[in-house]
């Protein structure tokens, strides 16, 4: 049973449903403040006693162990006879109590009001405002002339009169003045002397268009403190006066909170309102505009972008104009690192919106394809909507390299498409002579085969597709060995392979996106990545949901062949691509092909348009969609170096952000956390510069992550705890839910320790793949290879390696070897990998060691 305690008033414990629990006397509730404001610390049974009693009894320690005994009883109804107490332990030569931080209102208080501190005023106003809602009365009320009391009481009343104040502050930033004053007025009424306080009620009413009672406040204020302590106000009372007697501009609530960029926000958006129509069309494309940039800022922002972000898509939807709903479903590329969506049914109505945009667009009737199926939304995993058990996997899913496509020669007949040659350029510091490419009126021209260095001939995927003569150049991914893609001075990526002799592969600096595209050098055995022309992305014809995907879309290639350069296509086919982009993103963890296919389609046109902003974007769904097997990690390492060189090159702050980010994981998996470090420091520094608060929260975790990695046990799951405060709040449930628990049982399977049995845990969406473990750690085996063989395949996410690992412990425990033979399976493409470390948030150690285990276990 989970118990929650009350300081923050009279002292009092409820159960898990909020009901109060009878705690006796009032020496028991003494021993239990006692205890709380030890604050999980041992507390000497002589120590009790004398804070029990001026003068103890004789029996007083028989009487604190009845106490102690009695608050047991209570406290843990459930508890079987002589078990040790959980809760209420024998610690030495006294006793603890051992409540979780969220348990207590005073300790969950003070958290609040510790993070309240590090966030915007939006953020801020809401924890503040929950932090002061926990209080009931003065703090340990019938202990107020309690010796052992009087501090922790003093600490938390100040904390408290700080915590009034800064919620005042956060509202008069936030425009809500009128909302500060009667707090205000109640708090000074109570603590006169609080200069700061004073301050901000004069402001307050002065933003009300109430100066005259603003001046009133402040001359009441030195009246006060000129008779009663003898002391002038100080220098901000009277600096607050003197500028409300000549209406200083700096107090206009505008400019008060971003000085003369808020003055001219102010004034641009108060003329857009009285100059744009309210039915104007452009509105919903400026809209999309804040919101992506609101996004970015994290918690109660990034929500609201969210909820409206589906509003103007459907309000977009009703004007029945394809191309602005493209343009508005397709403006809001906001990158996105984490691959569990935040809501499942908001995205799945937006891949809706942008399938059935596509149909319209390549139909050319101006209005929505009525005929558009729905869009099945993507699957995490959850019990009872899991891929089926048994799933053969393909080629690449048993670590064997798929049959290589040869890529036709120059020589090779047919209709000459562009030539996108990539020059091979050798790591010298100079830039190597480019070969001329023909232009897309050279006739009979395939294009070059670029054969990547290493093992074998470039895979492509989908040559079956491309018109003859027209092969598509092999950008290979990194392969096993995983170079480090540090970016060169001159923004572009270097990919050097530890443990080769020779010249690395640099990519130019000026790095054309579609004609003369960087050849990545495969290094190891890791089959290269697959890119195909983009006649042969046009000739998938995945715009018509629902049918076939490999159809050719007739319509939209007899438009590219046939229009202008420069004219309609292009534009056309770029809106088109962040509709497929924006698919790819918001299909992620999913199963669909289709995701995987809008990534691909979306890289080949952005190349071909040279387009920068569109190839980030359509490199984030490449790397949402680089999932579809375990042992990744390279193929997103290669993503990342390149978001990193191009956002460099052309400004792209957010995407290079996000590069950093992508680069953090992908080196952690592979456990070069010198690498993976680098990265962190570039995000957070970029973070800071370009005021994007979430940055901060995955370099935390990451740094908690490299605790457990190193085998710092104890300081990683303090770490970790840090990590989950500035979640909440964070804006991003689907990586927040259940990811505490799960860090905390990786950290115990990795030491070899049962997994936690606390009944409240919320497990989240993990909850299938620990709930074996958890009743493994109970003793009950029996249920948990019930449990186990209901656990569906893990989602095809950062997590992948992680859930198996975890699933292949659990099967290893109770005997399970169909289970164990697919976790092996499934994780051996990773055996150079740490499992988990591709999140940048937790790690079950090497995944060789799991597989030596299963391998073991099945002899």
Partial sequence: MRVGFGVLGPVVAWDADG??????????????????????????????????????????????RTFVAALRRALEPQRPPRTPARLLVTEGPGYALR????????WRFEQDVSAAA?????????????????????????????????????????????????????????GRAAEAVPDLEAHLAEHPWRESAWRALALALYRTGRQGDALAVLRRARTLLVEQLGVDPGPELRRLETDI?????????????????????????????????????TRLESTVGLLRDLSMTGGGGLRTARQQRVAAVAAAEELGDPELTARVIGSYDVPAIWTRLDDPEQAASIVAAAERTLAALAAGLGAPDDRAPAVEPPDHGAPGHGAPAHQTPGPEALGHGAPAHETPGPEAPGPGAPNHAAPDHAATGHEAPAHEAPGPEAPGRGAPNHAATGHGAPDHETHDLEPPGQGAPSHAATGHGAPDHEA????????????????????????????????????GHELPSRRTSGYAAVARGSSVPGGDLDAPDHSTLSTLRHAPRGEAAPR??????????????????????????????????????????????????????????AGLAPRRDATGAELIALSERHGLVAFEVLGHLIRLQARS????????????????????????????????????????????????????????????????????????????????????????????????PYAPWARPLVMLAQDHRTEAAAALRTVPEPPR???????????????????????????????????????????????????????????DALR
């Fill in 488 to 523: 060169t001075g001159r923004g572009a990526s270097r990919h050097e392979a530890p443990g080769h002799e020779g010249p690395a592969h640099e990519a130019p600096g000026r790095g054309t996106l579609g004609h003369g595209a960087p050849e990545r050098a495969v290094t």
């Fill in 572 to 629: 056309h086919e770029a809106v088109r691509a962040r509709l497929l982009a924006t698919i790819a993103v918001e299909s992620r963890g999913g199963r669909s092909e289709r995701g995987r296919q809008a990534a691909r389609q979306a890289e080949e046109i952005a190349r071909r348009l040279d387009d920068p902003a569109l190839l980030a974007f359509a490199l984030n769904g490449v790397f949402m969609q680089t999932f579809d097997r």
């Fill in 19 to 64: 009901h109060a629990i009878a705690l006796k006397g009032p020496r028991h509730r003494a021993v239990l403040a006692r205890l709380i404001v030890a604050r999980r610390r041992v507390v000497p049974v002589s120590r009790l006693v004398d804070d029990l009693w001026t003068e103890p009894p004789p029996a007083a320690v028989g009487a604190v």
């Fill in 245 to 281: 007697l000549g209406q200083a501009p700096h107090l206009d609530p505008a400019t008060a909170r971003g000085g003369a960029a808020a003055q001219v926000w102010a004034e641009a958006a108060a003329a857009y309102d009285r100059t744009v129509a309210s039915g104007a069309r």
């Fill in 797 to 855: 996410d950062l997590l992948l390696e992680a859930l198996w690992c975890l699933t292949g412990r659990a099967a290893i425990a109770v005997g399970d070897r169909e289970t164990m033979a697919r976790a092996r399976a499934a994780l051996a493409p990773a055996a150079a990998e740490l499992a988990g470390a591709g999140s940048g948030l937790l790690t079950l150690g090497p995944v060789s060691r799991h597989l030596a285990d299963l391998t």
């Fill in 99 to 106: 409540a979780d931080v969220d348990t207590v209102d005073a």
């Fill in 118 to 174: 590090t966030l915007p005023p939006d953020g801020a106003l809401p924890r503040l405002e929950q932090a002061l809602s926990r209080w009931r009365g003065p703090a340990y009320a019938e202990f107020a002339d309690e010796d052992w009391a009087r501090g922790e009481r003093s600490r938390l009343a100040e904390l408290r009169l700080h915590a009034v104040e800064r919620q005042a502050e956060a509202r008069l930033a936030l």
């Fill in 669 to 764: 998996a592979l456990a070069d956390f010198a690498s993976a470090d680098r990265h962190a420091t570039a995000a957070d520094r970029l973070g800071e510069r370009h005021e994007r608060p979430l940055v901060s929260v995955f370099t935390e975790w990451y740094r908690a992550l490299r605790l457990a990695a190193t085998g710092q046990a104890a300081e990683a799951e303090a770490a970790y705890r840090d990590a989950a405060t500035r979640l909440d709040g964070a804006g991003m449930p689907g990586l927040a839910h259940g990811l505490l628990p799960l860090a905390l049982l990786c950290l115990r399977v990795e030491q070899g320790r049962p997994a936690p049995t606390d009944a409240d845990l919320d497990w989240g």
